[in-house]
């Protein structure tokens, strides 16, 4: 029996001009499972509102809203505020979904088994990357070992690829934080988690992502480590085990870096040129 849920899907953007139609194109494909796709416009200064409204204008389930507050959790905040589903999807506006990535997230929220899970998230790979076909045999084996996806229990979010209910919403929201120095995905993960509602890892809500923040190079992405560091002290959980990942995910941020420095995705090749000089790197979520 089909779900009888809604589900908005909140896309925060800013400057994402070159990504936001085909985020928009893959959402719209599934339009008999979406009831509504709230775009947030977080300040930007190119194209993207212009190409966002000419897609409003033939679909009138897309929707802009505007948040002047800079930062990714307000820009978040307002599009879970504004939407109007009992589900509230959110992805990157460089996302692309898989298909049957709505239905997989309202059959498994639908189902009265499943009536304790608050959340869930998925699995993903990169469209534009020179190594896709290894990270998809990764991503296989790992599901085929019991250790991705599955509908497994988890205790974080990826704001790339998630869903939550309105009721964990309306739960958690006064206890999340707005500080710009945290992930606010994971931030959110955690105030679910403090409330005994339970986040879900499913196989089928596949996405495409860009594989941009590997431009990002290492002195850096310090910083998105460290905000990650901030956000399982502000919630009192930090340990000796997770400092070690943290800094275990910089090194192999590192190793990626390395690899995709040489790389043009424009061109589709490696080049000296981006050898010697790099590309341009993601803004990360974080300051």
């Known amino acids: 029996m089909p779900s009888e849920l809604t589900l908005s899907v909140v896309v925060p953007v800013f400057d994402e001009e070159n990504y936001i139609g085909a985020c928009l194109d893959a959402l719209i494909g599934q339009k008999d499972d979406i009831h509504e796709i709230v775009v947030v416009d977080n300040n930007s200064t190119d194209r993207t509102v212009e190409i966002v409204e000419k897609v409003a204008a033939e679909h009138p ?112 929201r006064e206890a999340t934080s707005s500080e710009l120095d945290v992930h606010e995905d994971v931030d ?21 992502l ?17 905000a990650g560091a901030n956000t399982y002290e502000r919630h009192g959980v930090m340990s000796a085990r997770i400092r070690l990942l943290l800094w275990l995910h910089w090194l192999g941020h590192a190793a990626v870096y390395l690899a995709y420095r040489p790389y043009d995705p424009d061109r589709g090749r490696f080049t000296v040129r981006r050898l010697v000089f790099g590309g341009p790197a993601r803004s990360l979520p974080v300051s």
């Not at 959110?188 to 495409?208: D, G, P, S, W």
Request: with cysteine; hydrophobic share 40%.
């Open 61 to 172: 389930f897309v929707r802009v809203v505007r948040e002047p507050v800079p930062g990714a959790v307000h820009a978040r905040n307002t599009g879970f505020d504004a939407a109007t589903g009992d589900v509230l999807g959110r992805i990157d506006a460089d996302t692309q979904i898989g298909p049957g990535w709505a239905r997989a997230v309202l059959d498994f929220l639908g189902r009265a088994e499943n009536r304790d899970v608050g959340a869930v998230c998925g699995l993903n790979n990169s469209y534009d990357s020179p190594y896709r076909a290894l990270k998809g045999r990764y991503v296989r084996w790992m599901v085929g070992r019991g250790k991705l996806g599955g509908g497994m229990r988890i205790a974080n979010l990826h704001g790339a690829n998630m869903a939550i209910r309105r009721s964990t919403w309306e739960a958690v």
């Open 188 to 208: 959110l993960a955690l105030c679910a988690v403090r409330r005994k509602i339970q986040i879900a890892q499913l196989t089928e809500m596949f996405v495409e």
């Open 210 to 226: 860009s594989p941009r923040r590997a431009a990002t190079p290492p002195r850096e992405f310090t910083r998105y480590v460290a």
